[in-house]
């Protein structure tokens, strides 16, 4: 029976097996049922709309979350496209490096090379002197005893009046004197020639080594005065900065004794040519002093905002110094350190804002300024292009750049001459 006629009849019909009872609603009970009736009809009406609402949430999260994915997708795309291009950058720079050392180590072993055949040509002159003075020696030792054996001769002959009884034996010991006379001027002969044979020699292996020594200091001048042309054009003093270098090359001498044999004395050792050991050790100073200036450019990619020298001052609009180079990169590059050396200074400078100072020697500095991040420490020791700091805009700066600076006792350069000056540096050494 509906409820709604229960209701208007005050009745109440319960089943039981197959028969109703009857049952009499009061006014209570009834306003009780409608209550009862009310709140299941709401409750059902709430439900079906939080189940439609739901659904919408539900549709509006699944498009969001199929956005983030095609755009999470996007990103690693370009990521990973650019990992592979700075692995190619990484690459090349090191190929560049590995080409310079091998070009440097060339060097060394030319140069070693020639030392070591310069050094057995003087072994082998001192062998051919000594060896021509033993045998002048030999050879007037043999004129002395001839100047005996006729001063002898001459004295048996005045002794032969008064000792008649001596004559002949004095005359078979004069005969056995001049055949020893006779052999010993037969041995002067082969002597000479032998003497002569040697002067020869000795002068045919010092125009030799003379010749040598002319190509190999003219090889050495040219390779001086270009490397020399490199450094100056970078507005290096480079007179003052070789001095710095070290002393030359020690002149210490040693090794076994080794007794000479008389047949074969060794060549004289011929001084070295004051102009040749000079050069060789200019030479040698010069390859040093380029282990110490910083040729390379401190970010991977870059451009230049701002060079220096006198500029418009961004912030004051008038003339003002501008003691380095500012490089623009892109977000969170990094700055490298341009030649191995050791941190000095790494933390907050004034104007400079976060500040990493390398000493690369002899009185070479460079410094990355307006850094975001410094990724060293003062005293610890960096090698070429290791990464210092991530470039920022801190201290006295109208934006993210790296302000670059070289300075040789504390005097600030033009960094991009050095720059220019490693490129012309590389074709040097090529050459």
Known sequence: MPFGRMLRERHLYLRSGSEYRSIVLRPGHQLLGICLSTL?????????????????????????????????????????????RLRGIVSDLETINEQ???????LSELQETLRHE????????????????????????????????EVLASNLAAEKASLAAQV????????????????????????????????????????????????LRAWIVNHVSALENVLERSGVDVDRMIQRVGS??????????????????????IPSQPGLTGDLSRLQRLHRLLLSIPFAAPMAQYRLNSGFGVRQDPFTGKSAMHEGLDFGGEENARAL?????????????????????????????????????ILVRVGERVDFHEPVGIMGSTGRSTGEHLHYEIRIDGQPLDPANFLEAGRRLRHVLEG
């Open 40 to 84: 299941v009809l709401a409750g059902l009406v709430l439900l079906a709309v939080d189940h439609l609402a739901t659904r919408g949430t539900l549709a509006r999260q699944a498009e969001e979350i199929a956005l983030l994915q095609r755009t999470l997708d996007e990103r690693r795309e370009s990521g990973d496209a650019e990992a592979r």
């Open 118 to 149: 310069l050094d057995a040509t003087r072994a082998e002159v001192a062998a051919v002197a000594q060896e021509r003075d033993a045998t002048r020696k030999g050879l007037e030792a043999l004129h002395q005893g001839a100047r005996e054996q």
């Open 337 to 373: 350190a341009t030649n191995p050396g050791r941190v000095v200074e790494a933390g907050p400078a004034g104007a400079y804002g976060n500040m990493v100072e390398i000493d690369h020697g002899m009185g070479v500095h460079t410094r990355y300024a307006h850094l975001k991040k």
């Open 248 to 269: 030359p090359m020690s002149a210490g001498q040693g090794g076994p004794l080794v007794p000479a044999l008389a047949k074969d004395p060794p060549l004289p050792v």
């Open 100 to 106: 310079q050392r091998e070009t440097i180590a060339h």
């Open 168 to 215: 002949a034996a004095l005359e078979a010991r004069l005969a056995t004197v001049t055949s020893e006379r006779d052999l010993a001027r037969k041995s002067e002969k082969g002597m000479r020639w032998r003497v002569g044979m040697l002067e020869t020699r000795l002068d045919e292996l010092r125009s030799s080594t003379s010749n040598e020594t002319a190509r």
